[in-house]
């Protein structure tokens, strides 16, 4: 029992210990963590890391193999000892008392003993691996109860096609009881229509629009997609007509192909070279030697942030989602590069209907509605025109970050603010 307990612990350790050594060797091999490594110089922090979890493995590998070792001992001893104390027991009944045992007797009986114990022997080590086996289904099966916390409706409808069209009805949303992220959040986006989400760094943008397709749910208040409440769409309906392009982009280690192919699988190469040319990383792409088959990610070229975001413009192009999301990297990109994406989209948002969320103003004013967010709560909204006359947090972002990002780069400078695609508008 003893023996079996601490295998069960010390197999759960070892288990866990392995979970932390691929940890580390995931996270210093990946480029960025690589990069980090380097940056900050803790090359000999890292490797002191992995030796130290290394050489925990060590020892708990040997503690494994010892464990129940005693008892191990035991079993031999006994199974050595019993062999001997029949024949010292049947030498002294033949010898003293004149018994009718022969030597034939004692030598079967031994044999037999020795027949008995095998079975004993086999069924406690059955036991050892017994446990070590539970342990580690135990440990597979955790995995496996965790309840998906976002699940299908068991009446989930899938609509024949979606308008896109969005609307929030007093969303309240938080990650953690104590700490409310979005406050009474409510809006409304036409199919067709194209939305500025604007407010300071973790005031709940990123949040809100991950709601949309579902990545959370909302506490309270209901979230409708082409007029139905997303929590009776079927998931898989409503992911698919949901395309974002996220903050942090992400690409898989593979071809660029590969990456564009993730988005639908079926895509024939000119609708890959066309996606490629909205986005406007169509020139980049062919001036490689290997064009669409240029390997990205850990082992391949390795991208600038602006035209990973542009192949992840892509890679939501070929979904040709009915909502189109797009979450602008708050990190500063060169004139060009912002050009370039500012070109991809712009066409773009002009035929479908979009959530911008924005930190530069030439993505601001191609919307039709602005949306000002603070602290989870939807402070103003209305037009570039209307909101920097109010004086309030908009007119505060725009003197601060949006104004400033125009001047200082000189392709963009006001002339172009002002001749702007939205003619309605005065400036
Ligand atoms: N998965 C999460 N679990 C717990 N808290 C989170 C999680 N994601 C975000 N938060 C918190 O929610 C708040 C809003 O985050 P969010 O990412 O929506 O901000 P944001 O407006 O997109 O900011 P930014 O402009 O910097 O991207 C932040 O304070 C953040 O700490
Ligand atoms: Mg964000």
């Keep these: 029992r003893t023996a079996g307990r601490t295998r069960w612990s010390l197999t759960r350790e070892s288990q866990e210990c392995s979970d932390e050594i691929n940890g580390i060797l995931n996270e210093t091999m990946s480029v960025s963590g690589q990069l980090l490594v380097k940056l900050f110089g803790r090359e000999d922090r890292e490797y002191e890391r992995y030796r130290a979890a290394n050489e925990k493995m060590i020892n708990l590998n040997i503690r494994e193999s010892m464990a129940g070792k005693w008892f191990m001992v035991i079993l031999n001893t006994t199974s050595s000892v019993g062999p001997m104390l029949l024949y010292l027991a049947g030498g002294i009944l033949m010898m003293r008392y004149n018994s009718d045992i022969t030597v034939g007797d004692i030598t079967v009986l031994v044999g037999l003993l020795g027949q008995m114990y095998r079975p004993v022997n086999q069924l406690l080590n059955i036991q050892v691996d017994w446990i070590r086996s539970m342990a580690m289904f135990t440990r597979i099966f955790e995995y496996y109860d965790m309840p998906a916390e976002i699940q299908n409706a068991p009446d989930a409808v899938i609509p024949e096609s979606t308008d896109g069209s969005v609307t929030f009805d007093h969303v309240e949303f938080y990650y953690e009881p104590d700490r409310q992220i979005l406050k009474d959040v409510s809006f409304r986006l036409k199919s067709g229509d ?29 979230i409708t997609f082409g007029g139905i409440d997303v929590k009776k769409l079927d998931l898989h309906f409503l992911r698919d007509h949901v395309g974002i392009v996220s903050q942090e982009t992400y690409l898989f280690n593979g071809t660029i192909r590969d990456n564009l ?15 490629c040319k909205k986005a406007n990383i169509y020139d980049f792409i062919s001036s490689q030697e290997k064009g669409l088959d240029t390997m990205v990610g850990n082992r391949g070229l390795k991208l600038s942030g602006g035209e990973k975001q542009r192949i992840s413009i892509a890679r939501v192009l070929l979904k040709d989602p009915a909502l189109l999301i797009f979450d602008e990297a708050t990190s500063a990109l060169d004139s060009i590069s912002e050009q370039k994406i500012q070109e991809a989209i712009e066409p773009l948002i002009q035929s479908r209907t979009s959530i911008l969320i924005a930190h530069r103003l030439s993505t601001i004013l191609a919307a039709d509605e602005i949306l000002v967010v603070s602290g989870g709560v939807i402070v103003e909204r209305g037009s ?12 505060e972002l725009y003197n601060t970050q949006f104004s400033k990002a125009t001047a200082a780069d000189p392709d963009h400078s006001d002339y172009r603010v002002e001749n702007h695609i939205y003619p309605g508008d005065e400036y």
């Design 261 to 275: 192919l993730y988005a639908r699988s079926d895509a024939t190469e000119q609708e890959l070279i066309e996606a």
């Design 194 to 222: 194209c939305i500025a989400i604007v407010g300071p760094s973790g005031s709940g943008k990123s949040t809100m629009i991950n709601l949309i397709p579902r990545l959370y749910d909302a506490v309270s208040g209901t």
């Design 384 to 395: 570039h025109a209307k909101l920097v006359k109010a004086g309030g947090v908009y007119t």
